[in-house]
Nanobody, 116 residues
Framework: QVQLAESGGGLVQAGGSLRLSCAAS????????MGWFRQAPGRGRELVAD????????HYADSVKGRFTISGDNAKNAVYLQMNSLKPEDTAIYYC?????????WGRGTQVIVSS
């Protein structure tokens, strides 16, 4: 089993920045991917950004390209999401996820609210 714990959410004004952190514990040695997803009120969960743990390619949703950056620390089994130039439409619960060939494990989420 793998446990994920997110932190770093909060309330920020439009144009501001936040950095989300996610630490994985448990059976982390077989994990290949780590990513961030979000779910806004009344909407489905969507991929924000993800990356391969071996330093491979990263992927971003079109809506966050150029504003958000995903990074990882394999030694700490951690993944981060630097969010800059935040917009009200970025308001959502952000979830960290990880897995071997897909996303099998999910955190509880951290709330991000961007005020206009």
């Amino acid at each position: 089993q793998v446990q994920l714990a997110e932190s770093g959410g909060g309330l920020v004004q439009a144009g501001g920045s936040l950095r989300l952190s996610c630490a994985a514990s448990g059976r982390t040695f077989s994990l290949n991917y780590m990513g961030w997803f979000r779910q806004a009120p009344g909407r489905g969960r969507e991929l924000v950004a993800d990356m391969a743990k071996n330093g491979g390619s990263t992927h971003y949703a079109d809506s966050v390209k150029g504003r958000f950056t995903i990074s990882g620390d394999n030694a700490k089994n951690a993944v981060y999401l630097q969010m800059n130039s935040l917009k009200p439409e970025d308001t959502a619960i952000y979830y960290c996820a990880t897995g071997v060939s897909g996303y099998d494990y999910w955190g509880r989420g951290t709330q991000v609210i961007v005020s206009s």
